[in-house]
């Protein structure tokens, strides 16, 4: 932190923290993704955007996309990685909507969260998806599928019951 930080929005402290990371962390994506998920359990809610953010600021290569979809995964689990998908989005649209298509079959809720809220057009604080403002077929499968599986997440057992 610097004399700037109290000035910056929320955004530019969680990308000043992930691009601090970059430099501190080892050089190798893989590796320092390594540290991340060795404290990423300890690290949970909001102010741990930037565990997802340095996956969105270092992981956009092709070769990193299995490894950043994986960690986008385990990090909005603690946290929340709608907007770190979007970059991936906007760069191979549809890759990323097969990936949100995987992920609204998760069984945890806060992935099958990051399928819906991820590739919402307009997101508060979240780059923008011109491309489902003009076409919103594909997020519309997205939330149907959502829709269709909610009530199996929702059905608990009743202990005792016969």
């Given at each position: 932190?610097?004399?700037?930080?109290?000035?910056?929005?929320?955004?530019?402290?969680?990308?000043?923290?992930?691009?601090?990371?970059g430099?501190l962390?080892?050089?190798?994506?893989?590796?320092?993704?390594?540290?991340?998920?060795?404290?990423?359990?300890?690290?949970?809610?909001?102010?741990?955007l930037?565990?997802?953010?340095?996956?969105?600021?270092?992981?956009?290569?092709?070769?990193?996309?299995?490894?950043?979809?994986?960690?986008?995964?385990?990090?909005?689990?603690?946290?929340?990685?709608?907007?770190?998908?979007?970059?991936?989005?906007?760069?191979d649209?549809?890759?990323?909507?097969?990936?949100?298509?995987i992920?609204?079959?998760?069984?945890?809720?806060h992935?099958?969260?990051?399928a819906?809220?991820?590739?919402?057009?307009?997101?508060?604080?979240?780059?923008?998806?011109?491309?489902?403002?003009?076409?919103?077929a594909?997020?519309?499968?997205?939330?149907?599928?959502?829709r269709?599986?909610?009530?199996?997440?929702?059905?608990?057992?009743?202990?005792?019951s016969?």
């Amino acid at each position: 932190m610097d004399e700037a930080w109290d000035d910056l929005p929320l955004n530019a402290r969680t990308r000043r923290i992930s691009t601090t990371l970059g430099t501190l962390l080892p050089s190798e994506y893989a590796a320092a993704l390594e540290v991340l998920y060795a404290i990423a359990d300890s690290c949970t809610g909001f102010p741990y955007l930037f565990f997802p953010d340095f996956v969105e600021v270092y992981g956009q290569e092709e070769k990193y996309w299995e490894l950043s979809m994986a960690a986008l995964e385990n990090f909005t689990q603690k946290s929340s990685s709608e907007f770190a998908i979007r970059t991936f989005i906007l760069a191979d649209p549809e890759r990323a909507l097969y990936q949100m298509t995987i992920w609204a079959e998760h069984p945890n809720e806060h992935v099958r969260r990051l399928a819906s809220e991820g590739c919402r057009p307009r997101l508060p604080w979240g780059q923008a998806l011109p491309i489902f403002k003009k076409e919103p077929a594909p997020v519309l499968s997205i939330l149907e599928l959502l829709r269709t599986i909610l009530p199996l997440y929702l059905i608990q057992p009743v202990v005792g019951s016969a």
